[in-house]
């Protein structure tokens, strides 16, 4: 509500004439309808995801308590595995949809993305399918990942166009969907197959899928005005693909390079002389990836269909109050679940689980960081000068690897170092966007000859 807030200021001129008591009430009766769809947006996706999370996290803890510590970090290792190669799947294409709010570039863009994924899907099965032949990969493993990794590409890419196009109910409900399915689906496997990692990874895809089924039939008539098949053409993806270069050439790096940066602390488990603290990281990692995500799919949606509304000189000034809304939020979010864990951990004494409390409030500043910077990260992606992005990421992962390495070994002392280091690499992002006040991509008349092919 905080970052919601801050939106609506930023969604002012910077400088307004002075009104007279008559304009200022008119001008007032324009902005009413659109503040009050605004807040009721925030409130219903804020609603739905507090209500998935809620949902999720109590199913998380169930299974816990009925598997052993080590079967959630082979889940963090396939989560983290499966989200990792579903990344370069689109090109990062999704993140051009912002850029304009032309609906024939946002067509042109969605369908190139299709494309994209369904390539890459089909590489996919090819490269699985090889590595289950040379017996590197169990098959039933390979199929769930394939389902689990289809799913998550097609989840990226619906959600980008419903964001785009303004349908948060689609994306909050999408997201209640798969936090009902998955937890149930897990506690039913778990009973079928026993505390095995197989029951974790199967109830992922599903629940992913279920989440992509719903938002596909949900959305799909705007889906098939975008990307109807006498739409398609070679002219208008060549078009596109040399329009956008950016995404695969630096956007994709950078994705790459900030998702390593969010899975480093699984790089130290190898390293924990005690099996229980790297498990209690595993489940802490876990359980703070919720809010993490309830963060960034509540604010992510407001903030870039906002931005994309944006141009002129009052964008950066939207930008500045955007990210000013954040950081409040994102402090707003995770202090209070850094306290609760500290106050709560005495609960799990004498279990299996005994000083998960300490290790969950420790890895909050870690995630605070990443929440913060993934809405920033969206925000300088839909400008035309991301090069430094690249960078700033990269000098990052070295940062927390070369952490990591010279520790040598899992601490509570570890985990402090990394947490600092996300929160600099978010506030270096703040610095960096701030500055640079990133302007919308503009659509050259020239583009125009290329509209027919692209549709």
């Known amino acids: 509500m905080a970052a919601h807030v801050v939106l609506e200021r930023a969604s002012f001129p910077p400088r307004r004439p002075a009104l007279s008591l008559s304009q200022g009430r008119r001008f007032v009766a324009r902005r009413v309808p659109a503040l009050r769809q605004s807040l009721a947006a925030a409130m219903l996706l804020g609603l739905r995801f507090v209500q998935a999370r809620l949902i999720s996290v109590w199913g998380l803890?169930?299974?816990?308590?009925?598997?052993?510590?080590?079967?959630?970090?082979?889940?963090?290792?396939?989560?983290?595995?499966?989200?990792?190669?579903?990344?370069?799947?689109?090109?990062?294409?999704?993140?051009?949809?912002?850029?304009?709010?032309?609906?024939?570039?946002?067509?042109?863009?969605?369908?190139?993305?299709?494309?994209?994924?369904?390539?890459?899907?089909?590489?996919?099965?090819?490269?699985?399918?090889?590595?289950?032949?040379?017996?590197?990969?169990?098959?039933?493993?390979?199929?769930?990942?394939?389902?689990?990794?289809?799913?998550?590409?097609?989840?990226?890419?619906?959600?980008?166009?419903?964001?785009?196009?303004?349908?948060?109910?689609?994306?909050?409900?999408?997201?209640?969907?798969?936090?009902?399915?998955?937890?149930?689906?897990?506690?039913?496997?778990?009973?079928?197959?026993?505390?095995?990692?197989?029951?974790?990874?199967?109830?992922?895809?599903?629940?992913?899928?279920?989440?992509?089924?719903?938002?596909?039939?949900?959305?799909?008539?705007?889906?098939?005005?975008?990307?109807?098949?006498?739409?398609?053409?070679?002219?208008?993806?060549?078009?596109?693909?040399?329009?956008?270069?950016?995404?695969?050439?630096?956007?994709?790096?950078?994705?790459?390079?900030?998702?390593?940066?969010?899975?480093?602390?699984?790089?130290?488990?190898?390293?924990?002389?005690?099996?229980?603290?790297?498990?209690?990281?595993?489940?802490?990692?876990?359980?703070?990836?919720?809010?993490?995500?309830?963060?960034?799919?509540?604010?992510?949606?407001?903030?870039m269909n906002g931005l994309r509304a944006q141009s002129g000189p009052g964008r950066r000034s939207w930008i500045r109050w955007a990210m000013l809304g954040l950081a409040a939020a994102a402090i707003g979010v995770f202090l209070p679940i850094a306290i609760g864990a500290h106050q709560f951990d005495s609960l799990f004494d004498g279990s299996k689980w005994a000083g998960v409390g300490e290790v969950i409030a420790v890895m909050t500043l870690f995630y605070a960081g990443i929440a913060l910077f993934n809405p920033l990260h969206d925000i300088a992606a839909s400008s035309r000068t991301t090069a430094w992005q690249l960078a700033s990421h990269a000098i990052a992962l070295v940062a927390i690897v070369a952490t990591i390495l010279w520790f040598g070994n899992l601490s509570r002392e570890l985990l402090y170092a990394v947490g600092f280091i996300s929160v600099a690499r978010a506030l270096a992002h703040v610095l960096l966007v701030w500055l640079g006040g990133e302007e919308r991509e503009t659509i050259p008349d020239s583009a125009s000859g290329a509209r027919p092919a692209a549709g």
């Not at 890459?120 to 199929?143: C, D, K, R």
């Not at 489940?283 to 949606?301: C, E, H, I, K, N």
């Open 61 to 303: 803890l169930v299974a816990a308590y009925f598997c052993p510590p080590s079967i959630f970090a082979a889940f963090a290792v396939f989560g983290a595995a499966a989200t990792f190669v579903s990344i370069p799947a689109l090109m990062r294409l999704e993140a051009v949809f912002f850029r304009s709010n032309a609906r024939y570039e946002l067509a042109l863009a969605f369908r190139l993305a299709s494309a994209s994924g369904a390539v890459f899907l089909g590489l996919a099965a090819v490269a699985l399918l090889l590595i289950v032949q040379l017996g590197w990969l169990p098959p039933a493993i390979g199929l769930i990942f394939f389902l689990s990794l289809a799913a998550r590409i097609l989840l990226r890419l619906l959600w980008a166009e419903a964001t785009a196009e303004g349908d948060f109910r689609a994306i909050g409900n999408s997201n209640l969907v798969q936090a009902i399915v998955q937890p149930l689906l897990m506690l039913v496997l778990i009973g079928l197959f026993g505390p095995k990692a197989l029951a974790l990874f199967l109830a992922d895809a599903l629940g992913h899928c279920a989440a992509a089924l719903y938002i596909l039939a949900r959305r799909s008539g705007s889906i098939l005005t975008l990307a109807h098949p006498r739409l398609w053409s070679l002219r208008g993806l060549a078009w596109g693909l040399t329009r956008w270069s950016d995404a695969p050439r630096i956007l994709l790096p950078s994705a790459l390079l900030s998702f390593g940066f969010t899975t480093a602390p699984l790089l130290a488990l190898p390293y924990a002389e005690n099996p229980l603290l790297a498990a209690h990281v595993a489940l802490a990692m876990r359980l703070l990836d919720m809010p993490t995500q309830m963060f960034g799919t509540v604010s992510g949606p407001l903030v």
